[in-house]
């Protein structure tokens, strides 16, 4: 596949295709002084400016928790080589709980402060939630009820009673966060601005091929537990972001005609309402 054009300016050479997902291309290019690093160029497709917001997130957080931001043109970034080892292989050759505890240093880090002011073009968490907001009066008004019902109103209380309001990544899971020269880095964020516990919620749903790992209620209450000491929230707290988050991904889901993730979405969901019943 053809490189990227790529600006004179960032002195990068020898690109490399890593990754190709729905929204970008990776290339891991080498710089002038022979480190790594990494062209992510934006392909066009509907959610660019979720990516955009990352991009302002990322320059916000100067390296703290994250990969840097050394250089940005247009639909194209150039960032730091965060690593090759992702997140979901400590997981596989050490357990999952080792893993939650790396995700919530992490998740620490990226939410440690700043004496930078947030950027302006981060997300409201209220308009990330619009979908599920929709799909939850339209069944209400249908008379159905579903999880979606539900979710929606949980949603709207942690919306109307924030325990605190900072950017966030939005978008942490197990393939998002690798390690590297720095230790523990996330990428890829979206670039939100609300409650942290929204950034705990996606971890309940990760990895994507675990769904027994995901169903697990005792994976599900030690996951809230520590990310609630992280947060300093309750456990309660982020069993209500987590289904509240994971009926959001399942309207999106739904909204895309993918029933078969939609279901899977919401059967974790579900799970995760059981344990909340015990908290």
Known sequence: MDAPAIPARWKVSAPELI???????????????GSPAVVKALKPFDDVADELRGEHFLAWRRGEGAVRLLGRDGHSMLLEFAGETLLSKVLDEQGDKIATEI??????????????????ELQPLRERFASLFKKAATDRANRHDSLYVEAGEIAERLLSNPHDVRPLHGDLHHENILHGPRGWLAID????LGDP????????????????????????AHMAEVFARTLGQSPAAILDHAIAYGCLS??????????????????????????????
């Open 250 to 279: 399942a309207v999106w889901h739904h909204e895309d005609d993918n029933a078969v993730e939609e279901n899977r979405e919401l059967s974790i969901a579900a799970a995760i309402r059981t344990v909340r019943a015990s908290f």
């Open 197 to 220: 516990g929204f950034d705990a919620a996606n971890m309940f749903y990760n990895p994507l091929e675990r769904d027994e790992l995901c169903l697990d209620p005792q994976r599900i």
């Open 103 to 120: 995700a919530a240093e992490v998740m620490a880090r990226l939410l440690s402060p700043s004496k930078h002011s947030f950027p302006s």
């Open 189 to 192: 964020p979206k670039g939100v």
């Open 19 to 33: 990754a190709e997902t729905f929204s970008s291309r990776i290339w891991k290019v080498r710089r002038e002084d």
